[in-house]
């Protein structure tokens, strides 16, 4: 595999032939009604409002004008990225007043985000006929900031416990008092427990199926119990409580239906079971209920938003109308069309096809790089050249990526050549993760034994408290001095003979990495002990969140790979950590003049002239969660089933429209032919979207491989993988083996059957369990990759 080189080539891996995607191009009057256009077509005071509407040099396009107009019963509007839903709700708050004589206080309008509220307010005000005034007693607000309005309204006198690092404080804080300190992580907890309320469950519908699932439930117990003693709510108990109330106070509903005439709900993807709850109970009887959102955009699902409350509008309101808004205003043709050409593979969806209101002929450009790091270095080196030509601004670059352990090499790349950026994440490097310090200083104790910090980090996986641990180690030392201090914890009172045990197999590890190169001394860590130590820690069946537990310590063992010695490694480490604590230092969440990298989750909404999509491999993404999301048990946490493979990689699908759909002029793709030191193919999802057939894929994948479901070929897999570059020439992926147009497989009888599945989120090995003694083994490394498989079952044809 070659190294990377500098420039960009136009070949795009993957794909030998295939049109490239681009998007109808709209013109005139398609893209924006005049009031001449449609006068003639309305009462007085509707040619009056628009009017005023050109004159102040808003023009909206049919299906904007129509979802404007359309002001009684239920109202869905599909808004496509970028198809200027904003615009709409704001046009239509305004003719609901000047047009229709609404009262404005009888307008509720909610959004998701502080800043979309605003933005809305501020948009209304500055509408012809409106003013402050008038914006001011419409109901524009967040849904927890209205929940939490109407429970003040009510005399509610609690305090909000919103604060993200308190809540974690107190959640250590009660896992201590029940001898289970650093059992768990504290922002596991409450995303579990959030989890249950969203879907109108309570934390005594936790499951006890597990030692597990026992302790988490009495940790979370004890914290619902703590926050009623001290009269204190969370974000979560706001919209409980907003709920709660109206069911039990039928007069104050009443009272809200019969000020609030007409609701718009924003970014109505994104709605949860409660808040959903909370809206159809105001909205009834009228149900004059204006809902905007894109089901193409639902990547939420771990907080409860679920994608068939727009699929299925209709069966809940039958008077339902139906608008789309499918003029893309905010990206060039080829960026609308490359999203066009990703997301139509879901089947799970209202079909809509996006058209582009801008020309232009700038094209995707795509990247296959031999690894993460290559690829960081390719980006950072591109980015540095438009900078110089003053052809960009730093501001105008974005580096986007599916989950936060992705972005380690790009952040390291801006970090140490002192570039410009903002990270949108927790503002941590990877190395300081609660996951990975510990690693981390068990390697520093290699080569310091007396580092006392470092032993504080290790004691929670032994078993042993930080504070009585390190209090015996301090007072123990201080009258007989070691070279190696943890050596005291065999004096620990109250100790039994395996824990003695486990502290002596520890003392032996920590000296066995002397001799190790870094990423070695991280395996043997991880073999030793660690790995069994996280699994320990989580639901004895496999989870989601154990996959990027495990994708995070891959992470770190590629990092280290870079380095011949452990002492070279932590010097890394620590220089990369001051250098970092020296950039967080500027607060301002403001991108400013600097580059922005975050999650694909995060970037919804959100617009840039240039993009960057890193990882676009599978395993990545799509995420190697949601290639296991049969066997994973918490995928869809709180609700009746669990999700299915096609179900996780449609949201995976989703989340590669909305990166793609950032983009306002430029989008770089990268696909690494490597993802933490395993090959990875190129993602499925731009495959597809140059008419390689996934589930033409997915039957060559078993074919070639017996790969489980969700396994797609690399074409370059067992040979020489060909390293490229991006290029703007004809954007389509090239290389050899792919299919155009191939149909689907047939349906096929099938049946299950126990078999062995590797483990490696980018392998796709399995084999069949034949007989009683592979049945009865316990462990079997993968014919491919060598990795642990499991076993499990699997529905093979009859």
Known sequence: MGKATSGFDNKPFGISSGRVPRAETVSGSGVGHTAQTISGQLGELDAAYWRAMEQAGIRLNPAQIAAVRCTDGPLLTLAGAGSGKTSTLVCRTGYLIDVRGVNPSGILLLTFSSKAAAEMRERIAALPGIGEYEAGRIQARTFHSFCLWLLFSQGMQKEIFGDTRRQHIQLQQLMRELHLQDAYPPENLLALLSSYKVNLMTAEQLPEKTEADRQMKRILLRYEAWKLETDKIDFDDVLTGAYALLNERPELLERLRRRFTHLMIDEFQDTNLLQYEIVKMIAAPRNNLMVVGDDDQTIYSFNGARSEFILEFEKLYPRARVITLDINYRSVPAIVGLGNEVIRHNKMRRSKTLRAAHNGSLLPAYMRPDSADDEAQEIVNFIRREIAAGRREYGDFAI????????????????????????????????????????????????????????????????????????????????????????????????????????????????????????????????????????????????????????????????????????????????????????????????????????????????????????????????????????????????????????????????????????????????????????????????????????????????????????????????????????????????????????????????????WLCTSGSCVAWTRIMHSKDMMAAHKPCPLCGSPMQKGRKDVPM
């Open 400 to 755: 986007l990526y599916r989950s936060s352990s992705s972005n380690r090499a790009v952040l390291e790349q801006l970090v140490m050549q002192d570039i410009p950026h903002i990270d949108y994440g927790d503002g941590r490097l990877l190395y300081e993760h609660w996951l990975v310090k510990p690693v981390l200083d068990h390697m520093r104790l290699s080569i310091n034994r007396r580092d006392f910090d470092a032993m504080q980090s290790v004691l929670p996986t032994l078993y042993i408290a930080r504070d009585k641990g390190m209090d015996h180690i301090r007072r123990t030392d201080e009258g007989r001095p070691k070279k190696g201090p943890l050596v005291h914890l065999l004096t620990l009172p109250g100790l039994k003979d395996f824990q003695l045990e486990k502290i002596r197999q520890r003392l032996e590890v920590i000296r066995s990495l002397k001799g190790l190169v870094p990423a070695a001394a991280i395996t043997q860590i991880r073999k030793s002990f660690y790995d069994a130590y996280i699994q320990a820690g989580e639901h004895s069946e496999q989870t989601s969140h154990r996959e990027m537990l495990k994708e995070m310590l891959d992470e770190l063992e590629t990092s280290a790979g870079r380095f011949d010695s452990i002492v070279s490694f932590l010097a890394f480490v620590d220089d990369m950590l001051l250098r970092n604590q020296q950039t967080a230092a500027v607060k301002s969440q403001a991108q400013g003049n600097r580059i922005a990298l975050m999650t694909i989750h995060k970037s919804k909404g959100l617009e840039f002239p240039v993009v960057f999509l890193i990882g676009a491999s599978e395993g990545t993404l799509p995420h190697a969660s949601a290639l296991g999301a049969d066997n994973l048990r918490d995928t869809r946490v709180g609700l009746e089933g669990e999700a299915s493979y096609a179900e996780a990689l449609e949201e995976e699908r989703r989340l590669a429209y909305v990166a793609v759909t950032r983009a306002k002029e430029q989008l770089f793709i990268s696909s690494p032919a490597t993802q933490r030191g395993k090959k990875a193919a190129v993602s499925r999802f731009l495959l597809s979207a140059f008419g390689q057939e996934t589930a033409a894929s997915d039957a060559a994948a078993r074919a070639a491989f017996g790969g489980r479901r969700g396994g797609a070929p690399d074409p370059g897999r067992f040979g020489k993988v060909r390293t490229g570059r991006f290029g703007q020439g004809s954007g389509a992926p090239s290389g050899s083996g792919a299919s155009s147009g191939a149909a689907p497989a047939a349906p096929q009888r099938t049946q299950s059957v126990p078999v």
